[in-house]
């Protein structure tokens, strides 16, 4: 009999890449989507007809309950947020519904419907914030600093608490960034290969960015999905940080991304204030000893790769 798994957000980008993942250790994958006036279905469009769609919304604890009571999963990957920091500021509320209390009515759905289940929480690097050390790891104190940070450190800590007083199989991964070419168009790493592309065929003439000294660990999502099953298939549940252990700058990123395409970017990168944040996270980088210890996970992609490898998906984007 083949496993089932739940993946929530299977619509977005780590989504779409576990759910490949998963097919192709023969899993049946079911992946729990919101209602929409029109169908976001792009990033699984390919796998479309091997995985199961069930409506289900992390505002909405029924939904949940009855999600779980008919895919029945072995395991459950909760990947579903409102994902994006800046918006954080600007929905700080709905933010906190979603990211931070979503975390419980998925946690009180397993608990009440599939106890025996093993639960994946999507943690987030963004936690460490205003940094307490360097490099991060499991036992690096918490300082978010954005609403977003706010409401994972929350969803953090329930998982942890669920799994200490109720026996769940629950696991917190704490992701540093990881990109990709199916990355959102607002992240900066994605933002940067598109506009690259567009500046390369002459169809803009300028990249406006906010801070340009912001430094961030940056991965390859096809990787870390491959760790959050690892994981899940440990004698024992425990909370992992999955990084790279390298840290690079947002200026960094433009030069290797102008550079792949034979361009100065100083000639078209302009600073925006619009794009800077009320408190920023100046500097992450991940300490993953203890996943490369335990789970035997290691990245596969450098950062100049990940971002010759998005560059040049947007510029066949546009041929
Ligand atoms: P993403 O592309 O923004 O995807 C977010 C997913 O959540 C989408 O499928 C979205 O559905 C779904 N969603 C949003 N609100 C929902 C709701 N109320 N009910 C049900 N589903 C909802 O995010 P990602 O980059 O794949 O990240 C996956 C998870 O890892 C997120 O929790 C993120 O916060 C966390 N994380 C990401 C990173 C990273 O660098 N990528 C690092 C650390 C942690 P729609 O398609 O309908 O909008
Ligand atoms: O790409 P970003 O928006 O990612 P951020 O804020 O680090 O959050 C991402 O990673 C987290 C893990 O640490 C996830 F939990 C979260 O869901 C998300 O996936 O911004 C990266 C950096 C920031 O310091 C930002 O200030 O880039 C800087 N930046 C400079 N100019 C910009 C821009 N960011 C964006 N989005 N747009 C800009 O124009």
Redesign the pocket.
Known sequence: MPRRALI?????????YLAEFLLAKRYEVFG???R?SSE?VD?IQHIRDRITLVQ????DQSSLISCLKSVRPEEIY???????VPTSWNQPILTGD??GL?VTRMLEAVRSVAPQARFYQ?????MFGQVRAMPQNETTPFYPRSP?GVA?TYGHFITVNYRESYRLFACS???????SP???LE?VTRKVSYEVARVKLGLTKELRLGNLEAKRDWGY?GD?VKAMWMMLQQPRPSDYVVATGESHSVKELVQIAFAHVGLDWQRFVKVDRQFTRPAEVDMLVGDASKARRELGWSPTVRFPELVKMMVEADLALFH
């Not at 289900?56 to 505002?59: E, I, T």
């Open positions: 929530t957000g299977i619509t977005g980008q780590d989504g779409s729990m989507v919101r929409s976001k990033r289900g919304d992390l505002h909760n990947l579903a947020s409102q994902s994006f979603i990211t979503g999507a943690s987030s690097s963004e977003y994972k991964g704490i992701l540093f960034n990881h990109e199916r990355r959102g992240f999502a870390y």
